[in-house]
């Protein structure tokens, strides 16, 4: 049975808006928020100009589903590892194995939000540092449990640096395959948390 003429234009539609948040991630990431015109981003997905318009209302608007979005996804992923291993020390592995999915596969949203996260709405901003702080939190019950330091605090801390360390794939120089990218920092990330605890 085939799709009605209202759900196929429903997918079209909803395929031309990832097409859009696609081109926008590379352009604006190569570019800088202030370097993409939303025309730009429209012309990069195969998207008429006016077109444009019936997804985004403006440039912000897609920088917002950018950050806010990969923010509550990330939010997400993280308490759902929280929830389903009842091991702490799975559920650490699996929390550095998430963030390392997102370092390797969106490494332009890295960059994006470190340089441009400035130029969004202030409630836009809001979110997104509410639900990364959410998402930290979750590090921090976590490692709090896996390789507890005795001092929430100091897991927030810790927490906070791991993070970091991930997040900074996209700057590391050279052309090592993305395995083996994975397995160094996997075991800098948990070899730091371990030696953290005992040093």
Same mark, same amino acid.
């Given at each position: 049975?085939? *799709?009605?003429?209202?759900?196929?234009?429903?997918?079209?539609?909803? *395929?031309?808006?990832?097409?859009?948040? =696609?081109?926008?991630?590379?352009?604006?990431?190569?570019? =800088?928020?202030? =370097? %993409?015109r939303l025309n730009d981003i429209g012309g990069a997905a195969g998207v008429s100009g006016p077109a444009v318009y019936r997804h985004f209302a403006s440039k912000n608007a897609v920088l917002a589903e950018l950050l806010v979005g990969i923010s509550h996804r990330l939010l997400e992923g993280g308490r759902r590892i929280q929830q389903e291993n009842e091991?702490?020390? *799975?559920a650490l592995r699996a929390l550095v194995s998430w963030q390392l999915e997102f370092a390797l596969t969106e490494p332009e949203l890295i960059l994006i939000f470190d340089r441009d996260r400035f130029q969004l709405e202030p409630g836009d901003l809001r979110e997104v540092r509410k639900s990364q702080r959410a998402y930290v939190e979750v590090w921090v019950d976590v490692i709090g449990r896996a390789v507890p330091s005795g001092r929430e605090d100091d897991d927030r801390?810790?927490?906070?640096? %791991?993070?970091?360390?991930?997040?900074?794939?996209?700057?590391?120089? =050279?052309?090592?395959?993305?395995?083996d990218v994975r397995r160094i920092l996997t075991e800098m990330a948990l070899g730091s948390l371990i030696r953290s605890r005992t040093g």
């Open positions: 049975m085939s *799709d009605s003429p209202a759900t196929a234009r429903q997918q079209l539609k909803a *395929d031309r808006r990832e097409a859009l948040l =696609g081109a926008a991630k590379l352009l604006i990431a190569q570019h =800088g928020y202030a =370097g %993409v091991s702490a020390q *799975d801390t810790r927490a906070h640096a %791991v993070i970091g360390l991930i997040n900074s794939t996209p700057r590391i120089p =050279g052309q090592l395959p993305a395995a």
